[in-house]
């Protein structure tokens, strides 16, 4: 029976990784002196010769691209996914999709799906994920596109979306219709994008004299809307306009001050984000800050595609705008405060 790399990998008590690149010659990673004498004389020891056939296929491309997002069920995503894989599919290319849920053990499980089938790019569509596993595809020579990610460095690529155009039209457009008591929902505050709605909203409050009651943190879903409105019921009055970091959120928190005979947008006005299919189809329809994720999906793999085709890429970095799109979730702010308490 052959001995396998893995064999050598357990009697040294190292990584399968590490025994491939010590066993290649590639002295890109920092692996010690030490590390790569045990390797060696464990292959020799075993006996372990190298299969050349294997490793022939090992060398060469994939037919495919990767994309990871972080929630496949968002609405926002399908046409993000759609557009990449209209633009892979008219090079003649595939794609591979991997969704992470924002957990570690699901985006480690992806770069490695990604970089076992040999993937020519990935396009990493979430802000959150970890810098270690982008390196992994960096020392792989795979090319990389971040979305939305803090850490510009850690990729060529980069695409993030210009909040601040879309959300300051949203809070002119509130203000002229008499709103000054706002509250925001937005995501976990361990999600980047989450910091990042927090942070224009904060800074466009403070230079337009705007006061946020509650900043409320729950998960993107319906429910996280849902259980947001909750909480806010608590307070001794609610505010006049409510914004919230996407449109999933924003129709679940409707829907609970639906339920507490609090009407909206008479009482209440609500401003979602991204403009998916079921803001326009929500009662009442929402007003919300449009993001064209048609031009996301098929601008990242433009850049990918670019990137893969040379060995040293140059840094592209593309800024998605953003519009406030004006529906029926948004009037004119109510003269008298409302208690959660008292309200009918």
Do not use: W
């Amino acid at each position: 029976m052959p001995v396998l790399m893995k064999d050598v990998a357990e009697k040294v008590g190292v990584s399968l990784s590490t025994v491939s690149q010590v066993l290649s010659g590639n002295r890109r990673l920092a692996i010690s002196k030490e590390t790569r004498q045990r390797v060696l004389e464990a292959a020799r020891e075993l006996d372990y010769r190298p299969n050349v056939n294997a490793q022939r296929l090992a060398k060469r491309k994939g037919n495919a691209f990767g994309l990871i997002v972080s929630e496949i069920a968002n609405p926002f995503f399908p046409d993000i996914i759609n557009s990449f894989e209209a633009a892979a599919v008219d090079r003649g290319f595939e794609i591979m999709l991997c969704n992470t849920e924002y957990d570690a053990d699901r985006s480690r499980s992806a770069t490695q799906k990604l970089l076992d089938n040999k993937v020519r790019g990935v396009a990493i569509v979430t802000s959150k994920f970890d810098p270690d596993l982008i390196q992994q595809f960096t020392e792989h020579r795979v090319p990389v596109l971040l979305f939305n990610n803090e850490r510009k460095d850690l990729a060529p690529g980069n695409i993030e979306i210009d909040l601040t155009t879309g959300l300051r039209e949203a809070v002119e457009h509130l203000a002229s219709l008499g709103h000054k008591n706002f509250a925001a929902i937005t995501g976990p505050s361990s999600v980047p994008s989450a910091r990042a709605f927090t942070g224009v909203l904060e800074r466009l409050g403070a230079k337009m004299g705007i006061h946020f009651q509650r900043v409320l943190e729950c998960n993107y879903r319906h429910d996280g809307g849902m259980a947001a409105i909750r909480t806010l019921m608590g307070e001794p009055h609610l505010p006049t306009a409510i914004f919230c970091a996407n449109d999933v959120m924003a129709i679940g928190a409707i829907s609970v001050l639906e339920q507490e005979g609090i009407s909206v947008p008479e009482q209440i006005s609500i401003v979602g984000l991204d403009d998916i299919i079921y803001a326009r189809l929500a009662r009442p329809p929402l007003t919300t800050i449009a993001v064209p994720r048609t031009e996301i999906g098929g601008v990242a793999f433009d850049m990918l595609f670019r990137m893969q085709k040379t060995k040293r890429p140059q840094r592209e970095m593309h800024t998605v705008s953003t519009r406030l799109v004006i529906r029926q979730s948004t009037a004119k702010a109510r003269r008298s405060a409302i208690s959660p308490r008292t309200n009918p």
